[in-house]
């Protein structure tokens, strides 16, 4: 008589054994997102008690607003930072798809719809071209993406006639950064988002328990999905409160629109990265290129791909910029916003040195860099302070990482 044997289903670790795992991979140098979130939480309460207009309704909407556009911008370099590599036009990139859009939209008279994807094409052929000199002709990024610095600053120009700012008066896009949902719906999202993040960590639960692999237990998923229920919750209840001052003239009540834009950036890209083997590429090139190489793994093409989502998200943080400003004009991605951009990545823990980050970091240092920015402003502090602070506050976290990865690597674990 035969028998047949089955896989070893290994049962779901208790809590308390996986909260040690946790803690024993943070001292090994494994920090992940924890530095921004607690320092999120420190700016929070420390804003919160020095200003108290900080957690009105008003400026919690204002919040994500403000930090839309370098957030989306902030997604798309996390690519390029995987890599090891850096894109510094892409702020300025942003400015010129957004200069294309509404040249068409304004001046041309094009549908919304037409010159939205015009300036998104705009930006893959921006990527096309810089991750083809970086790839094929192995000039450094570094070089490639400054000389972009300079000669998008002149695009801008010419698009723009030398200065000229183009108005945006398309409703579609003015709501994309000032509209909001109704109350209603934002409720119906909200319940939407919970049970499809609910049922893929039960889903996969049900797989890793059906190959015999450890599985999270079911104590770990409720908290997880309890406390995206509190934070969603509470966010959706502020954000659908009266927030104008002159209800009867006109009422601001809703999330803003531009929440669940990021929300699906934020899905979409998380899933290529996590799910497919085009992201697991990504990170193999980024820890090694030459291992990666000889693995067979397209390593010019992966590297040209990067820049290609960093200028098509350039893109759209572009579009959501002009809706938010009603306007594109030369300054439009310039300034700050390429330094906040990459301050924001690298502070939600996306590392300089490649081959560790994810999309999440864009939005926890994206709201980082909102909060520190949003805060100091009610608290009447200049500009100059702010950028010291902000700086500041990027190399602190440029720091932990390098440290982080030293004690990493002393433990083994890289």
């Excluded at 590599?85 to 008279?109: H, Q």
């Excluded at 200065?163 to 109350?183: C, H, Q, Y």
Aim: proline share 3%; aromatic share 8%.
């Amino acid at each position: 008589m035969t028998t047949t044997t089955r896989p070893e289903q290994t049962s779901a670790p208790a809590i308390g054994s996986q909260v040690r795992d946790y803690f024993e991979r943070v001292r090994g140098g494994d920090l992940g997102a924890l530095p921004a979130v607690i320092g999120l939480v420190v700016l929070c309460a420390v804003f919160a008690s020095l200003s108290p207009s900080f957690l009105s309704p008003i400026n919690f909407a204002n919040l994500f607003t403000q930090g839309a556009g370098v957030t989306v911008i902030a997604m798309g370099l996390v690519f390029v930072l995987l890599l090891g590599e850096i894109d510094l036009s892409a702020g300025f990139a942003s400015g010129v798809c957004a200069a294309v859009m509404a040249v068409l939209l304004t001046n041309e008279g094009w549908p919304w719809y037409t010159a939205v994807l015009a300036a998104m094409v705009t930006g893959v052929l921006i990527g096309l071209v810089l991750g083809a000199l970086v790839a094929k002709l192995g000039i450094p990024s570094f070089v490639v993406t400054l000389a972009a610095f300079l000669a998008f600053q002149g695009v801008a120009l010419i698009l723009l006639d030398e200065g000229t700012n183009v108005s945006i008066r398309d409703e579609t896009i003015l709501a994309v950064a000032n509209g909001n949902l109704s109350p209603l719906l934002g409720w119906v999202l909200l319940a939407v988002g919970v049970v499809v993040y609910a049922g893929i960590q039960l889903t996969q639960v049900r797989r890793r328990a059906a190959r015999g692999l450890v599985a999270d237990s079911f104590a770990i998923i409720a908290f997880r999905v309890g406390t995206l229920v509190v934070l969603s919750g509470f966010a959706v209840y502020v954000l659908n409160l009266e927030r104008s001052r002159n209800p009867a003239i006109i009422s601001l009540t809703g999330v803003p629109i531009v929440v669940p834009v990021i929300l699906v950036l934020l899905i979409v890209w998380t899933f290529v990265l996590r799910r497919t083997a085009y992201g697991r590429h990504v990170y193999a090139v980024g820890g090694n290129a030459e291992a990666a190489r000889r693995a067979g793994i397209n390593v010019d093409r992966i590297r040209i791909s990067a820049f290609v989502i960093c200028s098509f998200m350039a893109s759209i943080g572009g579009i959501i910029a002009a809706s938010r400003a009603n306007s594109v004009d030369p300054n439009t991605g310039g300034s700050t916003v390429l330094l906040f951009a990459v301050g924001a990545a690298v502070i939600g823990g996306t590392s300089l040195f490649g081959g560790k980050g994810r999309v999440l970091d864009a939005l926890l240092g994206g709201a980082v860099v909102a909060v520190v920015i949003n805060g100091m402003g009610l608290m009447g502090y200049s500009a100059s302070v702010k950028y010291v602070v902000t700086g500041a506050v990027l190399l602190l976290s440029a720091g932990v990482d390098a440290l982080s990865r030293k004690r990493a690597s002393a433990s083994g674990r890289r």
